[in-house]
Structures are given as structure tokens and as C-alpha cells.
């Protein structure tokens, strides 16, 4: 998080229920509030958002928080308001005939490409404002991913003061353009029993030491599968305390 780090990509990859998602929503964010103030922060989850979803989604973020990114707003407002037109040419019992002219742009590789060239001009402006982008389930949609990796971090990735950490189940390989600010961590299971014992200590459950080894054990010391278990677990049992 040093502004003059050479590692400015965490990529983040692991199966499913590493903690992946858990990390990027929960943890990170903790640890930015605690350790790195200096620091805004946003999660973007790349499975239900698309492209332009994402741009916009920083760009609402940013100005919630006080920046103004004029070159963006106003490529964006013009490519919206460039609506398609819609004709009724001709009418009959059977149907309506219509003749759409898209006076928007079909090619939305052209104006994405647009667009991240606008938030990098605006953002390399923003010297003063350090801002971390967790980009989540990025293997969710392949246009996206292309996207991300092959427009978005080639550009964004030579300011300074920004920090990325990119999540999916697997990544394609970094370009040669941004290689050397990445940093590889792959999540796996983890079989140190103390770490459950812990963690279950830290939320206040409170359950004997060999139970939690036992759900450890059923969720294949897949942290994910633990507490979703445990979750379950937990709930059986306050049913039937409830019951007696």
C-alpha cells in the first residue's frame, strides 16, 4: 500500500469457498479503516456487473467522496444521450412494424475503451487521493475479463496512487505491460485446527474444541464450507434448545 511500491495488482485466486469473496467484502476493507486511512476503497463484483456497470460504479464511488472526474462525466453523458430512435412505420391487425435507428454506437468495446481513457486522464489528475479498487469474481463473464485485464489495468495500472486486488477462481496471465507490479497469492485450504478454534472464539460461538475439528474435518478445512456448516450447525442447535 506504499505509494512507492513497485506491487500495485494483488491477484487473488483460489477454488470455490477459499474466502475469496470474504476477504475482498470483509476483511480488506477492515484493514484499510484500521491501517490505511489515507485510502479510498470500493468493491466491485465483476459476476453481476457489467462493464459499464463497473466504470460507473467507480465513477458514483469517486464523487460520493468529494471528486470530480470531468472528462469521464461528460464522455459518458454524451454517449447516453445519443438514444435510439424509434419509428412506427406501418400498423396492421396483425402487428406493428417498427424501424429502430441506434444512434448509440453498437461497438461497446469502442466505448469502454473511451472511457477508461477518461478515468485515467481524471484519476492521474486526482494526485492527492489514493484509492484501492476489489475486483471480484472477475472469471464470472469472459468479456469482462478481457476487459479488466487488457484495457483497464494496461492503463490504470501507471498511476501512481492507485492499488488493485483482482479475486476470480482463476486469472489469465498478467500482460507484459503490467507483469512486474503484480504480486500471485493463491488461497488453499487451511488445516491448522487452531485457526477454527480461533475464529469461532472471535464471534463468541461457544462450542467445545473437538466439535469445531469435527466441522473442520466435514468441510474438508475449506474455510468457506466451515461456515457454511457451522452456520447450520448452529442453527440446528438453537432449534432444539428452543424446542425443550
Not at 476477504?23 to 465483476?46: A, G, I, M, N
Not at 468529494?66 to 472528462?71: E, M, R, S
Not at 454517449?79 to 400498423?91: A, D, F, G, R
Not at 483482482?166 to 489469465?172: F, K, T, Y
Request: aromatic share 10%; proline share 2%.
Amino acid at each position: 500500500m506504499k505509494i512507492d511500491s513497485n506491487i500495485r495488482v494483488l491477484r487473488l485466486t483460489g477454488k470455490p469457498k477459499m474466502g475469496k469473496t470474504y476477504l475482498l467484502t470483509k476483511v480488506f476493507p477492515e484493514e484499510l479503516r484500521q491501517h490505511h486511512q489515507d485510502y479510498y476503497s470500493t468493491v466491485l463484483d465483476c459476476k453481476t456487473q457489467k462493464i459499464i456497470d463497473i466504470l460507473q460504479n467507480i465513477y458514483f464511488y469517486l464523487v460520493s467522496k468529494g471528486l470530480t472526474l470531468p472528462n469521464y462525466s461528460a464522455a459518458y453523458e454524451k454517449w447516453s444521450n445519443l438514444n435510439p430512435v424509434v419509428e412506427i412505420s406501418k400498423t396492421t391487425l396483425i402487428g406493428t412494424n417498427l424501424n429502430i435507428t441506434a444512434n448509440r454506437t453498437d461497438d461497446i468495446w469502442h466505448i469502454t475503451r473511451v472511457l477508461t481513457d477518461k478515468l485515467f486522464i481524471d484519476l492521474n489528475q486526482v494526485r492527492d487521493k489514493k484509492l484501492l479498487l476489489l475486483l471480484d469474481a472477475v472469471d464470472g463473464d469472459s468479456d469482462t475479463q478481457k476487459w479488466l485485464m487488457e484495457t483497464f489495468l494496461v492503463k490504470l495500472i501507471h498511476i501512481k496512487h492507485l492499488r488493485f486486488i483482482v479475486a476470480g477462481r482463476s486469472l489469465p496471465e498478467a500482460s507484459s505491460s503490467y507483469v512486474a507490479y503484480c504480486c500471485n497469492c493463491e488461497l488453499k485450504e487451511v488445516e491448522e485446527k487452531e485457526e477454527y478454534i480461533s475464529y469461532c472464539k472471535r464471534l463468541g460461538y461457544q462450542l467445545e474444541e473437538d466439535k469445531i475439528e469435527v466441522i473442520a474435518q466435514c468441510a474438508a478445512y475449506i474455510p468457506g464450507q466451515f461456515s457454511d456448516i457451522l452456520y447450520t450447525f448452529l442453527c440446528s442447535k438453537a432449534k432444539t434448545t428452543s424446542g425443550k
